[in-house]
């Protein structure tokens, strides 16, 4: 059995010198199918406590692929990452792809006749974007499907407004399956939004940086230095011996899941921290849940062991 010192919490936030800053990565305004322009949008995030936002529109012919510019929308208490949600080709099932590239360079050049998004989403990668898969349960990705994309940084895997569209918000499954292929993958939590009613502010991340800065958020998200939350806070995770000590706000469910059924689980009323064994976690990765009395839930990143 391997020794339970052998996994990496590095790459883990909670450790790393810096801020956390709270933000929404897959959003919509009128550049391609929102409700409102971007400055509304950021408005009302910035008025709900977030700190940065991703314009994600989606990069199609019929709305003139935009890379929706918002630099000079960003301010001293709130920065924008410039992105696209990008569209070639189809799933298996026949659906149209939906790749997020976050971090993108205002030049990105549109899909050629040919192209496919294997391509696309690579030159996505290589100019310097964080790739996501999105709302993976909403239209029916599936594990051959994300294989094409070795190279993704994350799955998303709370998606609010697919949540409220058809019961379809939860990514982990995917996300599951392709960890326990040895695929190391993050997850992240986003809203989605289009409307701001419904489909907004239920769902985000949490990201450490030494300050507000496009660049340094960046960087951090590629590097997992994030979690992903509906409300609850993940203030620590680290390794104490051979148990893993979780410390948060106040929850009624702290877990830890592993490889295919692994998990171990404190429950009660209030609990802010758990000291949990990592035995059953010695072979790939675990990832730390917890869910609150309102049933919202925060997700750490995986973390693998050292050298696999």
């Known amino acids: 059995m391997t020794d ?29 199918d929102g409700d409102y322009p971007a400055e509304e949008v950021i408005r009302r995030y ?23 510019d918002t630099r000079g929308l960003r301010s001293k208490d709130f920065t924008t990452l410039i992105s696209a949600e990008l569209h ?3 799933l298996h099932n026949g659906e149209t792809w939906h790749v997020l590239a976050v971090g993108l360079p205002l030049d ?12 696309l989403s690579r030159r996505a990668f290589d100019a310097g974007a964080y790739i996501g898969l999105v709302h993976p349960a909403w239209y029916g990705l599936a594990p051959e499907d994300a294989r094409v994309l070795p190279f993704a940084h994350a799955v998303e895997v709370y998606n609010h407004g697919s949540q409220m569209e058809n019961d379809r918000g939860d990514g982990w499954a995917l996300c599951d399956m392709l960890l326990n292929e040895g695929v190391r993958l993050h997850g992240f939590a986003t809203d989605d939004a289009h409307h701001l009613t419904h489909d907004a502010f239920g769902g985000w991340i949490h990201v450490k940086a030494d300050r507000l ?8 998200l590629k590097a997992g230095r994030y979690y992903s939350s509906q409300g609850p806070i993940l203030e620590n ?16 469910a702290i877990m830890v899941t592993g490889r295919g059924s692994r998990a171990e689980k404190l429950l009660g009323k209030d609990v802010t921290s758990a000291r949990l064994p990592l035995a059953r976690f010695s072979d790939t990765f675990f990832r730390v849940t917890v869910v609150d009395n309102a049933g919202k839930k925060a997700w750490s990143n995986p ?3 050292n050298g696999q």
């Not at 590095?10 to 391609?32: D, I, K, M, Q, V």
């Not at 990105?108 to 391509?119: D, L, Q, T, V």
């Not at 800065?213 to 951090?220: I, K, T």
């Open 303 to 305: 973390v693998w062991l």
């Open 46 to 68: 910035q008025e709900k406590g977030y700190d940065f936002l991703a314009l994600s529109n989606h990069f199609l012919e019929c709305y003139g692929f935009p890379v929706t």
């Open 108 to 119: 990105f050049a549109p899909p050629g006749e040919r192209e496919g998004i294997e391509s």
């Open 4 to 32: 339970p010192s052998a996994f990496d919490l590095s790459a883990l936030p909670f450790a790393a010198p810096g801020h956390f800053y709270r933000g929404n990565l897959h959003t919509h305004c009128t550049e391609s």
């Open 237 to 252: 995770i680290e390794r104490v011996g051979d148990e893993i000590l979780v410390e948060c706000s106040a929850v009624d």
């Open 88 to 90: 070639t080709g189809n």
């Open 213 to 220: 800065d496009a660049d340094l958020l960046l960087e951090s």
